[in-house]
């Protein structure tokens, strides 16, 4: 069996518009995935839109952005792999935990100004967890959001069924140990 990489993405915001999001994303190291939620019609919900990776986000997330400047009511999160890299020499520029993290959500959640990663099943078996953080980087917010972004993206490969997970009903929670 082949190996299977769990990534875990920690995400920050929500950053209202472009702007904001540029000056967040000065804290950040440069590599990370951005998501944009908003409206490509005025007459829609607020919806998850688009996502992108970047070895150079500050150079990346920007007005000249050829899909965020077609969202309305833009709220940008900035997402931050909390996972090692898979060991072994590295094919490609973008780590492949960046990498598998946006094709895990752009097939899987249907994004639609994503296009290049919607065609295709990942070609390794992947789990995703996504943790969202408020924007003082330390306090974790309680429930997802956007109603359609998953906890847990669990795909084991093209022949078994992918398992898209958001966690509620049963759920316990253990006071913090201090």
Known sequence: MAKHLVIAVDWFGPYKGIEEARVAIGDFMGTGLYLAIGRTDADEPLSLQYVGISTSLS????????KLGRIDDLQIW?????TARPSGRQLKKTPATLDYAEWLMAYFVYLPLNDKKTKNAPDIAATLLNRWWKKDYETPYHRRPHPDWPDLIDYLGFYYPTKIVWFGKKLKRVPALT
Not at 59 to 66: F, I, L
Request: glycine fraction near 24%; avoid cysteine.
């Open 78 to 82: 900035v997402g931050e792999v909390g």
């Open 59 to 66: 150079k990346r997330v920007g007005n000249a952005h050829h």
